[in-house]
Structures are given as C-alpha cells and as structure tokens.
C-alpha cells in the first residue's frame, strides 16, 4: 500500500530551534544517504517527516504526525504544534493532545538578513492554521526562517520591524 509523501521536513536543532521545510522527493528518506543524515544525530540534531492531518483541506489544521529519521525531540516539536494552533501531535509510540497557543503575536528574526518581524492579526493567524505552520521565507531577502515564537518578552534589538500581513503574498503557503 502506498503511502502519500509527508507535508513538511522539521529539523530541530540542539537550541529547541524548528525550521521546517516543504516535504519534496528531494529529500533523503532511505537509502544510503539516510546514513550520512543518521550521522549528524550526536551532534544533536533531529530530523523527522510531519504530515499534517485534516479531514478538509480548506479548515484549519487540528492534528499532526511524526516520523523521526534522526533523533527524538518531542517538546519541541510539541511547542511548535502548540504555537501553531494543532490540537493533536501523533509520535510514533505516543498521541499528545495540545493546548493551543492563543492567537497573540508571533515574532522571528530573519537568519539572512537579521530583520525582526512579527505578526498578530486575524488574517496572520487564520493562514498559519490553515497552512499549518509560520512563514518559512522571508519576505525581504528570501532566507529561511526558523518557525516563529509565540511570547510576550521579546527584544528585537535595533532591527528593523515588519509586519508579515503587510505582504498581499501570504495565501502562498512556504
């Protein structure tokens, strides 16, 4: 029986960092790369393959599975789950049900070009919980993002501010 390809790679970095990327054929997932990406585990990464759950592509996501390739990170990735609003976190041995994050701001700053942005609005919220996760691209310079934080203290520093929802190009998921 064949099974549909996941939704998102998530690395997890020792930090608790979580970038996630779209899930394509690309990606290693068996063979003998799978080793080399086995070997970065005592360096403390993880790597695992998240599906997203849903009865209705158009509602927002309510739950999530992981399949581990590298490591075992539950809290993190958990945390993230929270933040994005899912209710559910499947792991191979475990379901967790989650208390969402309530829809407040959510911040990040852009590992390219160090702009801090940061989001609050409805429409912010209703495209992540619809899409499943934070922007992963920058608006401005096209770098990744690690996935955003969902808390009241944060120190931007002196960098520039940018409200995500400004942007007309957020019904593009990644």
Known sequence: ????????RATVR?????RLVPWGPALVSGGPLLAMLRARAPRGLVVADLTIERA???????EVSVAFLVGDERDALASWAASVGYLRIWFPDEIV???????????????GCRTAMEDG??????HVRLVGAFPS?????????PQWTVESLW??????HVRVSDRRDLDRPF
Do not use: I, K, N, Y
Request: proline share 18%; hydrophobic share 30%.
């Open 1 to 8: 029986m064949d099974h549909p390809p996941p939704d998102l």
């Open 97 to 111: 049900d989650l208390e969402p994050a309530p829809p407040t701001v959510a911040r990040v700053r852009c590992t």
């Open 56 to 62: 209705d592509p158009e509602e927002e996501v309510t």
């Open 155 to 160: 120190d931007p520093g002196a960098a520039e």
């Open 121 to 126: 609005t409805p429409e912010f919220w209703a």
């Open 14 to 18: 020792p930090d608790g960092t979580v």
């Open 137 to 145: 691209m920058c608006v401005l310079c096209g770098s990744d993002l």
